[in-house]
């Protein structure tokens, strides 16, 4: 959390219109991505006319890869990761899904959620081959293959980026039991689960991490976390947003002042100095300007 005094790093209050920020550099009134997440069956999604920040690192040569939770619409399937700019995509198209069945069931909605595939302009179909194998666990084990893939082969002269927006820490509420078992002296049902959620999250970076490593791209690559939201509060993950006022869905403080981080090491994109902490004011829409410039790109909003 940002120093007390500080000014601080905000984000949208839910997360449709926090990853629109991210992708676009621009804010919820311009994309009309918000205030609201961006339901199953809602008619519309994130326009064609906003240029995504993979499709403008894929032109200064960066390969591109989408993991994990995109939310960004897809009521047309044009709307969809490999139709803007991302060279693969595993994951879901939706939220709140089911952790291990990769389903999600919503008013006018009920099925499988889960893609898999690589290509330009198409919507790889959803299957079921992962059915069974918790979320957090396949999305750290591709990211690593991605990272091994791209280290073994004559790509690894190219840059590679990779949107890595977890599923987790998100209802429904449900962990590995080995993961459980870490805090079984958490009484509270909704706290144990959300604890034990984190941690299979964190070992799952770890996972991506080590494919990094022994890919020889770790000491490379400049690293961004944020969060998307405030903590939810009450049974859907009981968070404690404290001094922050309220959580998840709501503009106050809680809802809004985010936590990230940047790890960058001697990167040649970016020398990020190890321990330095800032407290300028930042917004998640101020990630593609500066990432885009780093890279040598151009854009404008």
Not at 182 to 208: F, G, L, P, W
Not at 213 to 229: E, P, R, Y
Request: hydrophobic share 35%; charged share 15%; net charge neutral.
């Amino acid at each position: 959390r940002a120093a007390a005094g500080s000014l601080g790093y905000y984000v949208q209050p839910l997360c449709s219109p926090t990853r629109g920020t991210i992708m676009t550099g621009r804010y919820p009134s311009h994309t009309g991505i918000g205030p609201n997440v961006i339901r199953p069956v809602s008619p519309y999604a994130m326009p064609k006319d906003e240029v995504l920040i993979p499709q403008l690192l894929k032109k200064v040569g960066y390969a591109t890869h989408a993991v994990g939770k995109w939310h960004l619409g897809y009521c047309d399937e044009r709307y969809s990761p490999l139709y803007r700019g991302f060279d693969s995509f595993c994951g879901y198209l939706n939220g709140a899904e089911d952790y291990w069945q990769h389903t999600r069931a919503d008013a006018g909605f009920s099925g499988l959620d889960f893609r898999n595939g690589s290509g330009t302009d198409v919507l790889p179909p959803s299957h079921n081959s992962s059915w069974g194998v918790y979320s957090s666990v396949i999305f750290g084990q591709e990211v690593a293959r991605i990272a091994t893939h791209h280290g073994a082969t004559a790509a690894k002269a190219t840059p590679l980026f990779v949107y890595f927006p977890f599923q987790s820490v998100h209802a429904p509420l449900q962990a590995p039991e080995s993961y459980l078992q870490e805090y079984k002296e958490v009484n509270d049902t909704a706290r144990q689960k959300t604890c034990a959620m984190i941690s299979a999250m964190d070992d799952a970076v770890a996972v991506a991490l080590a494919g990094y490593k022994s890919a020889g791209l770790w000491d490379d690559t400049v690293t961004v976390f944020s969060t998307d939201n405030g903590g939810p509060l009450g049974a859907t993950g009981d968070h404690n947003n404290y001094p922050l006022r309220s959580g998840k869905a709501h503009n106050w403080e809680g809802g809004v002042r985010g936590v990230g981080w940047v790890r960058g090491t001697n990167s040649g994109l970016a020398k990020v100095p190890a321990g330095s902490v800032t407290h300028e004011l930042m917004h998640t829409t101020d990630w593609l300007p500066t990432l885009v410039a780093l890279a040598g790109g151009t854009f404008s909003v």
